[in-house]
């Protein structure tokens, strides 16, 4: 007979065995592991399940991902727990940690077909790191009747938009909402591409390190000072409803609200480019791509990089659901663009044209989150202070440089 | 005797080690290292990433915001928990009911109540609950969690409904241990109630203002839940914690290096602000 404390005793390693043992992230031996973070429309997960059982060579378990994937997904990935395959933006400092596959052979078949400046975005010197599943961009929705009331045409200039803002502040509706931080994080790309100016040059230097960018970081300052913006909304700049609740006149947001603004509004909103501040600028739409990349750390390197040739090159059909029977995205390969039925009208044919001409990176490879956090920092504390701007970009060009440094030498 | 000690404390200091001491040992480690991307690094720094962090804007600007912080907000918790105890304490009647009252907001999530503060009391739509109160009165809305410096007021109030029935209910298990004669000597002798107060129930409260006080300063440089979800990630109002979240974890940023050894800057703060306290106020 076992003596009760012998028993305790056993009772006790188990459970740390078993603490120890379970779910460390592993999933069956012969599977492949993929990863999603939660898309917000209804029916991706079930989409991508499916796409996942149709493989028929090896098993594939999909996990869908709520909250706060990036964070999740490097920490795993650094651990070594991390799964097989799994969408994410590229970061040079994926790579340089040996994290990422590098994925040429596996696009080679088709890689004249997918846009460049998409491709662009996952490559990092020279080498793709990731096969781009879906193109989301972000514009100005602008309100019709609003701007005919009040007898403004559709912005065309950064001035002419600061100005708009302010004669369609009235009554309770703000001229643009921006997202709550006063538009710091989605709108200070657009002001350097405005004025000619980028986050970082093709050569590796900080792309800001120049007196205009006080002048068009101003901008945002001049549209927080006048009273024009909507702030402390109750959902964000990517959601559509401070918009499509008459909150306001204008909004940046995304192409993915389309849907609900035609739904809400019908026909009466356009869209448009963040314009331009000067000659030397452009108007600007931020794209990104979340990428299908494989796990360096991965036990099944080969077999994973099978399974996304077989999804994100071969399967034209799945990419094709997957951009455009959920939500509203462009597809990154352009056979499938200029098929896709949705894209050929309205707003959403407005969007598709603005790609092809005005699309910038809204997160380069080698903008990493060390640079944004310094790059943001000085721009809240601009637009949302009121500090000086060329003193706070200064700081932040010099924190970039270094960082820079650090990476390219 | 030792086995039976082993067999009751193993498993606890088991975890102990296994989820405190080795991270933390872990930790201190990294922070002498280049540990970008890694926990196992291989370039040794010396004392490089504390230089860097001891000269980093962004640091020193949040662990001086959050003394200024901790200087208003221990006080102002201190003293109202205190008068709550005293009134709570006082009451001859439903006196159960009205400390379960103070205490429940206790048993609420941070994350919860931030959310409720930012997107129902506080938002800054002309609809949001303070900015109807401020309608009446024929104010324009205010961006409350937005414009500084009204994030303050948002979060030193949710802090407040938080965290004071906690520390009512420390004070009032400290006034309930002081002896009843004492009182019934005082008021033979003719005492009013404020000198009751101020020579009998503040002076046998002293351990518990000590360990209150500490509690207090310390949850105040730990702040991170309320902040992070109420003000994002912005410059303002960043709490050090905050700031060492995005440069160790958030986002993609995986500088373990100069996370650390923020974390060990800021242990060490805490441990130094706590001694010096502990000496001035046990002596």
Known sequence: ?409 | MTRTFWLFVGPFFLGLLVFVYVPIGWSVLLSFFDARNTVTPTTFMGFDNYADMLTDGPFLESLGTFSVFAAFVVPLTFVLALALALLVNGIRFMQAFFRSVFFLPFACSYVVASLVWKLSLFNGVRYGLANTVLGWFGADPIAWTVTPPWYWLVLVTLRLWLQLGFYMILFIAGLQRIPHHLYEAAWIDGARPWQALRHITLPQLRTTSVAVLLLLLIAAYQAFDEFYNVLGSGPFGRPPLVYLYYTSLGSGGQDFGHGSAGAVILSLLIAGVTLVQGRVFTR
């Not at chain 1, 078949?109 to 790191?129: C, E, K, M, N, P």
């Not at chain 1, 009235?170 to 100016?197: E, M, Q, R, T, Y």
């Not at chain 1, 990349?293 to 090159?313: C, G, T």
């Not at chain 1, 659901?321 to 499938?336: A, C, E, M, T, V």
């Open chain 1, 1 to 409: 007979m076992i003596s009760r404390r012998r028993l305790l005793t056993a009772t006790g390693a188990l459970a740390l065995l078993s603490a120890c043992g379970s779910n460390t992230g592993r999933g069956s031996s012969e599977g492949l592991r993929q990863w999603y973070h939660a898309y917000g429309e209804p029916g991706v997960q079930q989409a991508v399940e499916r796409y996942a059982q149709a493989y028929g060579k090896v098993p594939v378990d999909v996990q869908w991902n709520p909250g706060d994937y990036d964070s999740k997904l490097a920490t795993a990935l650094l651990s070594g727990t991390g799964p097989d395959v799994f969408e994410a933006t590229t970061q040079v400092s994926a790579v340089r940690a040996g994290q990422l596959v590098p994925l040429d052979d596996v696009i080679a078949s088709a890689r004249d077909d997918f846009t460049a400046s998409i491709l662009a975005g996952h490559t990092v010197d020279g080498q793709l790191y990731g096969i781009p599943q879906a193109v989301d961009m972000q514009m100005l929705f602008y309100r019709k009747s609003m701007l005919a009331a009040a007898g403004v045409s559709p912005p065309s200039t950064v001035d002419e938009l600061v100005d708009a803002a302010r004669r369609l502040t009235a009554g309770g509706v703000k001229g643009l909402f921006a997202g709550n931080d006063a538009g710091v994080k989605v709108l200070a790309g657009p002001a350097l591409w405005s004025a000619g100016l980028d986050y970082v040059t093709p050569e590796h230097q900080v792309g800001f390190d120049d007196p205009v960018a006080a002048q068009a970081i101003g901008k945002l300052r001049s549209l927080q000072e006048s009273g024009s913006l909507l702030l402390g909304a109750v959902k964000d700049w990517s959601e559509p409803d401070a918009f499509t609740q008459g909150l306001v006149a204008m909004q940046w947001t995304g192409l993915w609200t389309v849907p609900a603004v035609q739904k809400a509004l019908g026909d009466d909103f356009g869209v448009l480019p963040w314009p331009r501040l000067n000659d030397a600028g452009k108007p600007s739409v931020p794209v990104g791509a979340y990428g299908a990349m494989v796990n360096a750390k991965s036990a099944k390197v080969a077999e994973a990089k099978e399974f996304v040739r077989w999804l994100w090159v071969e399967k034209t059909e799945y990419q094709a659901d997957f951009n455009q029977s959920y939500g509203f995205h462009i597809p990154p390969r352009k056979s499938l663009a200029s098929s896709a039925d949705k894209l050929r009208t309205g707003a959403a044919a407005d969007a598709v044209k603005f790609v092809q001409d005005n699309a910038r990176s809204s997160n380069p490879p080698d903008w990493t989150s060390a640079m944004r956090t310094a790059f943001e920092d000085a721009v809240a504390r601009v637009v949302r202070d009121g500090a000086d701007a060329s003193s706070e970009l200064r700081g932040a060009v010099s924190k970039v440089r270094d960082e820079l440094k650090r990476l390219y030498g």
